[in-house]
């Protein structure tokens, strides 16, 4: 169900390595949530570190989304970064078990081609 690698980068190098890698692949890092400034801001203490990537292929995204509209409660892909044991772990659920849920086997190639993707962005930026 998930997809998990650990790094040695930072979270920096990371966000560096996983942009070049998503842009590699016809991906975009859509937009980064650092959920421990975002709990800070609203009084929060969480020490770790923990960034939400939010990746989408738009090509990969209008085939889905034409196939089943439900699809859009998944969208677009996520890929954390949080911090485990003095290490950061680069992590995502991958795609073709969510589309599981939406009993839609026509989504099962596209899912297939979505997750090894992503798994090579991880791969790559960990």
Known sequence: MLYEKTSQKS???I???L???AGRHKFG???MHDLQ???RGKGVDFERQCC???VCNPLQAKRVLEANGAVSSALPCRISVYEKDGELVLSTILPTD???MFGSPS???VAAEVEAVVKAMIDESA
């Open 37 to 39: 400034s975002l709990m």
């Open 29 to 31: 890092v859509i937009l």
């Open 11 to 13: 979270m920096a190098e």
């Open 98 to 100: 969510m589309m599981k």
């Open 19 to 21: 942009r070049d890698s």
């Open 52 to 54: 939400v990537f939010e």
């Open 107 to 109: 989504l099962d190639d």
């Open 15 to 17: 966000e560096l390595a």
